[in-house]
């Protein structure tokens, strides 16, 4: 048996998650099964684990062998997930795992044995059955737990990079920027070439950036924050920003400060502000409180949100491999990630460590083996 | 002598609204000269009068033949403006005269004893030289009120549509509906067969869309007014709106409700929220306060400035040419503006005028007649 992770929003407003006992997949022609031994819990696996239900209320019931988790969910938020209503859903964007089952064709059979990196969905299962054009391929000398970060934060760097280019801009400003997400981006950005602005919220974030090589690194809890910004960005020239906070004041001050560098550049006075067009896109929202907008920047400006499948559904098929081959190579150095606990199916679903890993703060980051006993 | 309508923020956080004395221009060749009758004060001017001074602490001094009004500026908002700190500036974006002197080009010469609209800036001038490019003739039944709102209001209108189109939607929300560019906008879609949902804050502006024939108006002080929106929504499918307010959380409401909206017609449940993108463009800010996003409507959305400068400025001359004959030939139809009160240049730097006309509210629009005594 195959034992799953389930998150279901039942229409008595309480959420669930349970652990579901499913038959191991068997691979159709073109399909090969792994043995899922390494899934990260992302930012954007939360939100359908989670949906909107309270967790600091969650209750553990079922049995040892069977747990289960409920939560409440507030009347107000079940409009916002009516079509996902009494539907058990499985859960984990990406993963990885050794290749223990094959169909017949020659290419499902050429990765018996392999480590496979997958971003199918469903990855929190002990096994999952995957078509061989889903897997990315690992090199020999690479773990399920060294690749299981191998789609989202990966493909994410090299995308907010090419939005920058696709969008017209030259360099870029990212928050929550020593995030596994951020090293990585900066990496990217040393190796091509683009100045980037990183955004930290501590000292010792600043010390972690400064550490690979990041050049402009800003703190937000610093007297000199808006100060210590505009120089950053009239030094790069950055209009285009990344922001994974999306509450409070950031997203504005960012604008603003991109306004005050633009202006302390332009000789006219215009009316409306600088004619520099102005963006932040909103990836994450690890701040789930209201963002609030002044609006001192003129009229050129735009906040919106962005997100990864969105950009790859813009993209042709040619770019996406060409994206995909460069993290298979460089995902031991510039894709390298780091995670503090690995967890089991059954840690995954206990009241204490949700409160933990749903935490999301930078250097707490959590991997799932769902193989672990 | 030509008298001319000043504004000047001085490096002593002061606001200054004065009128200057200058020659009556000379018109090189291919040049005419206007005598100004008509120039609203539309919002878009009341930046650069006001700046972002304190007007109702505005104070009047100077003499009679020569009134001067000052008030103060925030430190804090100093920075905002520092491209035109102590610099004396003329106002005014756009008005129509009559044509009283011209050059030697026959251009120029056959617009004599015409009545012309122009969007010179400037144009709260008792004289104004523009070049015959500038211009847009009007038929000889029109006055200079009746053309005075030419340019801003009929082509943002007009640009509404354009960017419907050129964006990818197919319907259109409006807010502060019952304006006069509100107005035009029902006139331009109910001829052009465009789906519009009106937003308005009274019962009363309700009655002014119902008797132009508008037929999606939704009252933001009803208690209904989300599922009235949602409603209009899934009857025309909207999923861009102008917004005129800027402040508080009208802007995020609209895009709550086009969420709603787009999962009520989903059938799959998509963690992201809907696929559609959702967008407001804000292109003033009647309400000054801070906006407000709760964010509450998945990752396909944005929000930004919009500016009718920029999007000519992105438009070629046969477009624009296109709309500016559109806007002549119906300016007494779907173009028609209404003011309540016509004052005169020492009227305007009034303390008592300047927070009437400053308050920018429905129904309360004000025309200078700088030839006015």
Redesign the interface.
């Known amino acids: 048996m195959s034992v799953q992770l389930r998150s279901e929003i039942k229409s008595n407003n309480t959420l669930t998650l349970s652990l579901a006992q499913v038959s191991i997949p068997e691979p159709a022609e073109d399909e090969i099964v792994i043995r899922v031994e390494a899934a990260p819990i992302n930012p954007?696996d939360i939100?359908?684990l989670f949906g909107p239900a309270h967790m600091n209320a969650s209750q553990l019931t079922g049995s040892t062998q069977q747990p289960v988790v409920t939560a409440p969910v507030n009347e107000d938020s079940m409009?916002?997930?009516?079509?996902?209503i009494d539907?058990s859903?499985v859960a984990g964007n990406e993963g990885a795992g050794v290749v223990v089952a094959a169909g017949s064709s020659e290419n499902a059979q050429a990765l018996l044995g392999k480590v496979v990196a997958a971003a199918g969905g469903g990855m929190y299962s002990q096994y999952r059955a995957l078509t061989v054009i889903q897997c990315m391929v690992m090199p020999d000398n690479v773990t399920p737990a060294q690749a299981a970060s191998s789609f989202v934060n990966p493909l994410t760097a090299l995308a907010m990079t090419e939005t920058m280019r696709k969008e017209g801009h030259t360099a870029l400003v990212h928050t929550a920027a020593a995030s596994n997400l951020g090293q990585m981006l900066n990496k990217v950005c040393l190796a091509d070439g683009i100045q980037l602005v990183n955004i930290v919220r501590s000292a010792q974030q600043v010390e972690i950036l400064r550490d690979i090589g990041a050049q402009y690194i800003v703190n937000s809890s610093s007297d000199n924050f808006h100060i210590d910004l505009v120089s950053a960005l009239l030094a790069t020239g950055a209009t285009l920003a990344f922001d994974a906070i999306?509450?409070g004041a950031l997203a504005n001050d960012i604008l603003a400060a991109m306004?005050?560098a633009a202006?302390?550049s332009?000789?006219?006075?215009?009316?409306?502000?600088s004619?520099i067009h102005k963006q932040v896109y909103?990836?994450g929202?690890l701040d789930k409180n209201?963002?609030?907008?002044?609006?001192?920047y003129?009229?050129?400006?735009?906040?919106?949100?962005?997100?990864l499948?969105?950009f790859l559904q813009k993209s042709d098929t040619s770019k996406i491999n060409e994206l995909q081959n460069r993290v298979a190579q460089e995902i031991l150095t510039t894709f390298e990630s780091k995670y503090n606990n690995e967890i089991s199916l059954s840690q995954a679903i206990h009241p204490e460590t949700i409160l933990q890993y749903g935490k999301q703060t930078t250097g707490n980051k959590y991997l799932i083996n769902p193989n672990k006993i």
């Open positions: 954007s939100g359908l409009a916002s997930v009516s079509s996902r539907q859903m999306g509450g306004e005050s202006n302390q332009a000789s006219d006075f215009s009316r409306y502000g004619t909103m990836y929202g209201t963002s609030t907008l002044n609006r001192n003129g009229m050129a400006w735009g906040i919106g949100g962005w997100l499948t969105a």
